[in-house]
Antibody
């Protein structure tokens, strides 16, 4: 079964950092682009980052550029998102999601994790 | 960045109804438009890729169409599980962007 499981969310104070993880199973992880998408409470979906299958190509949304860092460890079938300088506006559920086709990000995301909640509050 | 708009923002319908949502991009995005359904408290479900390609396991009552900047999603006969929020997403260029969603309610 193809599965993605996020972890690492929690309650942090403004300005603090956090690392989210996404454990993948059931597919050849190093063949696929991986994405992070977030959703603030009561709001819509926001794509925030993706990383190519090898890790050579990385893209970010402007809203998080310079503060968040995406990475992957293909040997461990794991995706990460490092969140720095957090603000209340970063409070969201963070989802990892797999690209539909190997070595491509343009056909959408077919498998999603259950999400991990990040709350930024003093 | 490419901006996505969706209409209507909300819609009320009944089981068995046929409904159509629209999605518009601020620039030509060719066919690189995807549709997702999200039920409350759940991760999104991937319905349609590249404007019209129904994903494996998605019922045939879902149909996507369009190209360029204007797209639509039609559900031919609503089922109880279809009452949810629907998002379009462009993957023509980064940053990828989602529309604000259409909330389909009973």
């Amino acid at each position: 079964e193809v599965q993605l499981v996020e972890s690492g969310g929690g309650l942090v104070k403004p300005g603090e950092s956090l690392r989210l993880s996404c454990a993948a199973s059931g597919f050849t992880f190093n063949d696929y682009y991986m994405n992070w998408v977030r959703q603030a409470p009561g709001k819509g979906l926001e794509w925030i980052s993706c990383i190519s299958s090898s890790g050579a190509y990385i893209y970010y949304a402007d809203s998080i550029k310079g503060r968040f860092t995406i990475s992957r460890d293909n040997a461990k079938n794991s995706l990460y998102l490092h969140l720095n300088s957090l603000t209340a506006e970063d409070t969201s559920v963070y989802y990892c999601a797999k690209g539909l086709r190997p070595h491509s990000s343009i056909y959408g995301m077919d498998v999603w994790g259950q999400g991990t909640a990040v709350t930024v509050s003093s | 960045d490419i901006q996505m708009t969706q209409s209507p923002s909300s819609l009320s319908a009944s089981v068995g109804d046929r409904v159509t949502f629209t999605c518009r991009a601020s620039h030509n995005i060719s066919k690189f438009l995807n549709w997702y359904r999200q039920k409350p408290g759940k991760a999104p479900d991937f319905l349609i890729s590249a404007a019209s390609n129904l994903q494996s396991g998605v019922p045939s009552r879902f149909t996507g169409s369009g190209s360029g900047a204007d797209f639509s999603l039609t559900i031919s006969s609503l089922q109880p599980e279809d009452f949810a929020t629907y998002y379009c997403q462009q993957t023509y260029t980064t940053p990828q962007t989602f529309g604000p969603g259409t909330n389909l309610a009973i």
